[in-house]
């Protein structure tokens, strides 16, 4: 895939273009969508080879001998990956960076999503890759009558005011036993739970599904009623160990490892999703945050070993660091109880950070039995505020309105960002980009952030305006707010 995810292929061993992807009906779609990729999906059945790949809201397949879209596929070659959210997704931001898992004739896709408020349900969709129409639905967010349905309050799978609880890392599977390993995400919005009071399964979990019919075979929920972002970041590793069993006896074993942000690997019995070591509900801080109630417990196993650190003191920090007393300074004023310390309004420590512990990137294992991880120790510093009444809001301009309530969450309120974690400052943001390219990226989304085609052309125009520093600021100015 191209940087504007525009598929080609090339001879591996000369670096001869063979083909790349022309057909003008999609290209266009594609470099406003402003999707990333980490890569494409090959299938074959007999003579019929196919390249599955991504762009914005649809799943495509092309002859992998020569590019042309599979017409057979869908709608002339491309699906909606929109197809088993329900109406709720229709204006929502619904994008796939992950390949997708292939079982048989199956493709079992992963999806990004929103992480406020507008996320769309994170449901697992499989699709035939033959006729490119959906074949099964696994709801993470569970409907009435279903299991786990009891764990949120009773409307959230409307998905009004929560969504998500996707697949974004990517999946294994086991193709002889015909099961697929999910981990998926947390449930939007990420830092505070108490609109989803529960242990909100199927949020944070590695689920073992039956890849034909999506019938869920065992779970294990890697983090109950997360309100830290601490979903798993990596697809599972499928392993076979050697493992004592109850008997004492050294037997092998075929198992799935999870990787965490928190640092910790999780080890299951494939087949009965038993763990192989114990994994011990331990007592955990509770939030002070108003309407928030964290959950009591945490699950933490006890073995392997940590592969990061999970505590944080005031001698861990550097001896180098040229503000190592205001460093120290800040950690003792700071609310830190471990690696599962709520948010609160002062400010709270997250060690491992929100972007662990392990990374997208994942693990290794090698024959030996070792597992090789890339594992991130920086430490983060947050802060949980109300969030602005209609009456503070009516005080505003009309793009400083947009700008609090859809971009500050990750940009923060001055503009400034935050870079290191992939929030990019919008300050002077008009001395680097014109505004059909901003316009572009707020309709369409790009990388982490997610598309706001929710907004209507008058907000997106207010907003411009404040960015770019031009918004009129007329006395008696109406501050009503607009209409979406």
Not at 44 to 64: C, H, M, P, Q, S
Request: glycine fraction near 10%; hydrophobic fraction near 35%; aromatic fraction near 8%.
């Amino acid at each position: 895939m191209t940087a504007t995810t525009q598929p080609f292929a090339i001879n591996a061993a000369t670096g001869e273009q063979i083909w790349t992807r022309k057909d003008t009906t999609t290209v266009r779609a594609m470099a406003r969508s402003g999707s990333t990729s980490r890569g494409v999906t090959y299938w074959e059945k007999g003579a019929d080879k196919r390249i599955l790949f991504t762009n914005g809201a649809w799943l495509y397949a092309v002859e992998a001998a020569t590019g042309k879209p599979v017409n057979s596929f869908g709608d002339q070659g491309r699906t909606s990956l929109k197809a088993g959210l329900g109406p709720t997704a229709k204006d929502k931001s619904v994008i796939s960076n992950t390949p997708g898992t292939v079982y048989n004739d199956l493709i079992i896709m992963p999806m990004r999503l929103s992480e406020g408020a507008d996320a769309a349900l994170g449901h697992i969709q499989a699709f035939n890759i033959q006729t490119g129409k959906l074949a099964w639905v696994f709801h993470t967010i569970p409907q009435p009558g279903e299991f786990g349905y009891d764990t949120w309050p009773k409307d959230t799978y409307k998905n009004t005011d929560v969504g998500a609880a996707n697949n974004w890392s990517g999946m294994a599977v086991d193709r002889q036993r015909g099961i697929v390993y999910v981990p998926t995400g947390s449930a939007a919005f990420d830092f505070y739970g108490g609109n989803r009071l529960g242990q909100n399964l199927f949020a944070n979990c590695l689920l073992a599904l039956d890849a034909k019919t999506g019938k869920r075979l065992w779970h294990f929920q890697l983090v109950h009623h997360d309100i830290l972002d601490r979903d798993a970041p990596a697809p599972p590793n499928l392993v076979t160990v050697t493992h004592k069993g109850s008997d004492g006896r050294p037997r092998r074993v075929d198992a799935v490892a999870q990787v965490s942000k928190q640092g910790y690997v999780f080890l299951f019995d494939r087949v009965t999703g038993k763990p192989l070591f114990p994994i011990k509900e331990t007592p955990m801080p509770t939030s002070d945050i108003e309407g928030e109630k964290a959950w009591p417990t945490q699950p933490i196993p006890s073995k392997p070993a940590p592969y990061a650190r999970n505590i944080l003191t005031a001698v861990d920090i550097s001896p180098l660091a040229e503000n190592r007393a205001e460093l120290q300074a800040t950690l003792q004023k700071s609310r830190y109880q471990g690696a599962f310390t709520p948010l609160s309004k002062g400010g709270t420590i997250i060690y491992p950070g929100l972007d662990g512990g392990a990374e997208y990137g994942g693990a290794a294992v090698d024959p030996d039995g070792i597992m090789y991880v890339n594992s991130n120790e920086m430490a983060w510093l947050i802060s949980l505020n109300r969030k602005m009444s209609s009456d503070q809001l009516a005080q505003l301009s009309p793009g400083q309105r947009v700008y609090t309530t859809t971009c500050a969450q990750c940009h923060g309120a001055e503009r400034k960002g935050n870079p290191a974690s992939g929030f990019p400052s919008l300050v002077d943001i008009n001395k680097r980009r014109d505004r059909a390219f901003v316009n572009n990226i707020i309709t369409n989304g790009k990388g982490m952030m997610p598309a706001f085609a929710s907004l209507s052309t008058k907000q997106k125009q207010s907003l411009l305006a404040f960015l770019f520093g031009d918004e009129r600021k007329e006395p008696g100015m109406n501050h009503d707010p607009e209409p979406a």
